[in-house]
């Protein structure tokens, strides 16, 4: 594959991070140990791709404002380009996302400029040779998003690939959005949990075959936290590629620096199985940091993999 960018057309917000003993019960309140504040949602996974040696150009909307600014700065420090100006009148969503003892986080999103992402934006955006455009669900849960993407995805030229994460909320995605959208999919990516919502089993073998016959032109990934993930690719049956056991502080980005490894893993020509298992060891190390876009740069990812015996990532542009 040509050298080339990941084009994201998801949602940037501003994360709100707050770190607690466990989640207050209804009604409740809890004092937090931690507080951050940072560029997240598609963020991550355009800095995790950034990290790698991969050009990332952002292609959502983003507003005015200190949570605009806080966002754009972001981009601007991991090297991402942003291609439309900030919407005058309305800053930048957030979201509040509260990790418990055991690293496991809970999302309370508050949606803003970046659900105005509208047909005339994507139309403005060309692709190139090399290109990888990556999708998020997210996007799809916004009135105006979701026609803007449903009118220009399946429009791409069919020699760009399409990454799909469909997110936590891949339930509420309207069905025609889905229906217009699935058949142009070339990667679907997502955890075992948002698997089981789409397909009913939640073995994660079972359900990415399942994923593989009503969508990917190419494949299905199930991320399956510690256990790495099952890659299913036509032609034959589900691979189980494993993980790496770390211990875990805060798994808030962990799928997100799996996806944007394994998108900048096939933009360098790694095979599917290998942009996995990268991928997996990118998501293993994030675990490791607290907040949520702690994907590790290309140089500890392949000191990380050169220890267990494993060929040394590199980014070839």
């Known amino acids: 594959m040509a050298a080339g960018r990941l084009l994201h057309v998801g949602n940037v917000v501003v ?32 800095a995790a791709a950034a990290r790698q040696g991969l050009r990332v150009a952002y292609a959502g909307a983003h507003g005015t404002g200190p949570f605009g600014d806080l966002a754009r700065t972001g981009m601007r420090e991991a090297g991402i380009e942003v291609l439309h100006p900030a919407r005058a009148a309305l800053d930048t969503g957030f979201v509040v996302a509260v990790v418990d003892d055991g690293g496991e986080r809970t999302f309370l999103t508050s949606p803003g400029a970046e659900a105005t992402l509208t047909g005339r934006d994507l ?3 060309t692709t190139g040779a090399g290109d990888i455009v990556c999708a998020s669900g997210y996007g799809m849960l916004h009135a105006s998003n979701r026609v803007a993407l449903a009118g220009w995805l399946p429009r791409i030229p069919g020699d760009v690939p399409l990454v799909f994460d469909p997110g936590p909320l891949v339930g509420q995605i309207p069905a025609e959005v889905m229906r217009a959208v699935l058949p142009r999919v070339d990667w679907w990516t997502c955890n075992a949990r948002e698997a089981a919502v789409v397909t009913g089993h939640t073995d994660a073998i079972m359900a990415a075959a399942a994923l593989l016959e009503v969508t990917g ?3 299905v990934l199930v991320r399956t936290g510690p256990g790495g993930c099952v890659v299913a690719q036509r032609g034959g049956p589900p691979e189980v590629v494993p993980g ?13 620096a799996h996806t944007g490894v394994f998108v900048a893993a096939l933009a360098a020509g790694s095979t599917v199985v290998d942009a996995a ?13 607290r907040g949520p876009a702690t994907a590790p740069a290309a140089e500890e990812l392949s000191a990380f993999l050169r220890q267990r015996g494993l060929p040394a990532w590199s980014h070839r542009t």
Not at 277 to 289: E, F, I, S, W
């Open 277 to 289: 298992r990268t991928a997996n060891a990118a998501a293993a190390l994030a675990v490791t940091v």
């Open 15 to 46: 994360d709100l991070v707050l770190d607690v003993p466990a989640l207050p019960e209804r009604g409740g309140d809890v004092l937090a140990t931690r507080s951050a504040r940072a560029p997240g949602g598609g963020f991550n996974v355009m």
């Open 123 to 125: 139309d403005a955006v």
């Open 217 to 219: 032109r190419h494949g």
């Open 244 to 256: 790496f056991p770390v211990e875990a502080v805060d798994m808030n980005g962990a799928g997100d």
